[in-house]
């Protein structure tokens, strides 16, 4: 995963003792917000492909929307 915030340090010596630098600390900031939204994106992207399913018509057997109750192809009744 790249550290884009990190990238800006003058003379590459991105050590603690810099923490009280306004900028340090705000790149800091933003590689914490990208790195936690990067796994929340990861585990969303694992659930719709893990536990959400395509419905598939009883009758024909391709895929149908859940908006409907029906077949938008036949009309026939979607399986459970
Ligand atoms: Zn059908």
Request: proline share 11%; net charge positive.
């Amino acid at each position: 995963m790249p550290h884009p915030g990190l990238r800006g340090s003058p003379g590459g010596g991105a050590t603690m003792e810099a923490m009280d630098e306004p900028l340090l600390r705000v790149g800091l900031e933003l590689t914490f917000v990208v790195a936690v939204g990067g796994m929340v994106w990861a585990a969303v992207r694992r659930i719709r492909t893990g536990l959400i399913q395509v419905p598939r018509c009883g009758r024909c057997g391709r895929p149908t929307s859940r908006a409907y109750p029906n077949c938008t192809r036949c009309g026939g009744p979607r399986d459970p």
